[in-house]
């Protein structure tokens, strides 16, 4: 199939102010200038007269799936509280993709999302990166293991202090941490040796150490949730102890230290802005504070943190970004192709590149203005709004 006549921004690239995009089994195959478009026989097209054509955006950081609309216990499967570190678990056998709020993300133009559990334990589990749009959960994703989930900062302490249980101090979050990575870590080398000493044996299966093998090899990210400047840093010397491939997620005292943060090589995931100061460590939200990270040269993708902000609304977030000062550009490419690039996902999703997956949007306006919405969404081909 084909969209012609369309203003192509790719993210990567350069924008072709009238052109064409061909694509074929749920991928795109083909991009150029219409003058140098040629049918093929029989094939279907779309004209979208001038309309702007988009990469599908993505959502970098939410709960879709594992907080239900509308339920209250009976749809909440973002948070184990019976143990702090709870590795093991698994996004992919949680997410219900019959919620509504899948099918609202898509009408909004989010077409990729990484979902997975809360930040009530210091290790939450694993996450995954789907499209928006299916019936079941093994038909939409990208992978089911996209990272691990990691807290630090008040929601553990909260969620414990409750239960009269560890950890009830921002000590005892980092140390239930490094415990279980060290475990991990013997784990593996246990198994490597193992591997090569016949006269060895395996150590007994741990499902804890076994979760955490990708991460401590660096073939999948580590999501490290905080907030406060403090908790970043823990953050940043965790991920140095143990040779992470680390993701600040939220980052909103981050504009305070983005020059120190620049000087790591941080990768943040900001968000969620459209929100009030509803517990002590958001006091310094700034919604112009990833105009300020993007000044000290940070990469960063926005996220809307869902159901915390309804998902639909992530380009109406970028629009605020871009209100606080963010360049329109940056603010694309935050949940685009940083966003991609930050998840590791990139082979796939985030830009219009042939070979990449066809997910895209179609837009009559500026996409990040409160009154847009896309005239039609295309996930793998298929267009779905």
């Not at 998902?311 to 991609?340: D, F, H, M, R």
């Not at 998840?343 to 997956?357: C, E, F, N, Q, T």
């Given at each position: 199939?084909?969209?012609?006549?369309?203003?192509?921004?790719?993210?990567?690239?350069?924008?072709?102010?009238?052109?064409?995009?061909?694509?074929?089994?749920?991928?795109?195959?083909?991009?150029?200038?219409?003058?140098?478009?040629?049918?093929?026989?029989?094939?279907?097209?779309?004209?979208?007269?001038?309309?702007?054509?988009?990469?599908?955006?993505?959502?970098?950081?939410?709960?879709?799936?594992?907080?239900?609309?509308?339920?209250?216990?009976?749809?909440?499967?973002?948070?184990?509280?019976?143990?702090?570190?709870?590795?093991?678990?698994?996004?992919?056998?949680?997410?219900?993709?019959?919620?509504?709020?899948?099918?609202?993300?898509?009408?909004?133009?989010?077409?990729?999302?990484?979902?997975?559990?809360?930040?009530?334990?210091?290790?939450?589990?694993?996450?995954?990166?789907?499209?928006?749009?299916?019936?079941?959960?093994?038909?939409?994703?990208?992978?089911?293991?996209?990272?691990?989930?990691?807290?630090?900062?008040?929601?553990?302490?909260?969620?414990?202090?409750?239960?009269?249980?560890?950890?009830?101090?921002?000590?005892?979050?980092?140390?239930?941490?490094?415990?279980?990575?060290?475990?991990?870590?013997?784990?593996?080398?246990?198994?490597?040796?193992?591997?090569?000493?016949?006269?060895?044996?395996?150590?007994?299966?741990?499902?804890?150490?076994?979760?955490?093998?990708?991460?401590?090899?660096?073939?999948?990210?580590?999501?490290?949730?905080?907030?406060?400047?403090?908790?970043?840093?823990?953050?940043?010397?965790?991920?140095?102890?143990?040779?992470?491939?680390?993701?600040?997620?939220?980052?909103?005292?981050?504009?305070?230290?983005?020059?120190?943060?620049?000087?790591?090589?941080?990768?943040?995931?900001?968000?969620?802005?459209?929100?009030?100061?509803?517990?002590?460590?958001?006091?310094?939200?700034?919604?112009?504070?990833?105009?300020?990270?993007?000044?000290?040269?940070?990469?960063?993708?926005?996220?809307?943190?869902?159901?915390?902000?309804?998902?639909?609304?992530?380009?109406?977030?970028?629009?605020?970004?871009?209100?606080?000062?963010?360049?329109?550009?940056?603010?694309?490419?935050?949940?685009?192709?940083?966003?991609?690039?930050?998840?590791?996902?990139?082979?796939?999703?985030?830009?219009?590149?042939?070979?990449?997956?066809?997910?895209?949007?179609?837009?009559?306006?500026?996409?990040?203005?409160?009154?847009?919405?896309?005239?039609?969404?295309?996930?793998l081909g298929k267009e779905v709004f």
């Amino acid at each position: 199939m084909l969209i012609i006549n369309a203003h192509i921004i790719p993210v990567e690239g350069s924008e072709l102010e009238n052109g064409f995009l061909r694509f074929a089994d749920g991928k795109i195959t083909e991009m150029g200038s219409m003058d140098g478009l040629s049918f093929l026989e029989g094939e279907e097209f779309y004209n979208a007269e001038g309309r702007s054509l988009y990469p599908g955006f993505i959502d970098a950081h939410c709960h879709l799936g594992m907080w239900e609309d509308g339920l209250g216990f009976e749809g909440d499967d973002g948070n184990e509280e019976s143990d702090p570190s709870t590795p093991q678990l698994r996004a992919v056998d949680a997410v219900n993709p019959m919620d509504r709020c899948f099918g609202e993300a898509a009408r909004g133009g989010v077409t990729t999302v990484l979902t997975g559990p809360g930040s009530a334990n210091p290790i939450g589990g694993q996450w995954v990166a789907m499209k928006t749009s299916g019936r079941r959960i093994d038909d939409m994703l990208l992978t089911d293991n996209a990272g691990m989930k990691f807290a630090l900062g008040e929601n553990p302490k909260t969620v414990y202090h409750d239960k009269n249980l560890a950890p009830n101090t921002r000590m005892a979050t980092a140390a239930i941490i490094r415990e279980q990575l060290k475990k991990a870590q013997r784990y593996m080398k246990d198994l490597e040796d193992a591997a090569v000493d016949e006269e060895l044996d395996e150590p007994e299966y741990d499902s804890k150490c076994e979760a955490l093998l990708p991460v401590l090899r660096r073939e999948k990210k580590a999501f490290i949730h905080c907030h406060r400047a403090d908790d970043i840093f823990t953050a940043i010397r965790i991920g140095r102890e143990f040779n992470l491939d680390y993701v600040i997620v939220h980052c909103t005292e981050g504009w305070m230290v983005a020059d120190m943060l620049q000087e790591e090589g941080v990768q943040a995931i900001c968000g969620p802005i459209l929100c009030d100061r509803s517990k002590p460590e958001l006091r310094n939200l700034n919604v112009g504070g990833m105009a300020e990270m993007h000044r000290k040269g940070m990469e960063m993708a926005l996220c809307t943190d869902h159901p915390v902000i309804p998902i639909q609304y992530l380009p109406l977030c970028a629009g605020i970004a871009v209100g606080a000062g963010l360049p329109w550009e940056e603010a694309l490419k935050s949940i685009t192709i940083n966003a991609a690039r930050i998840a590791g996902i990139d082979s796939r999703v985030g830009s219009l590149v042939p070979g990449k997956d066809a997910d895209f949007s179609l837009y009559s306006a500026d996409p990040f203005l409160p009154y847009s919405k896309p005239d039609k969404v295309f996930i793998l081909g298929k267009e779905v709004f």
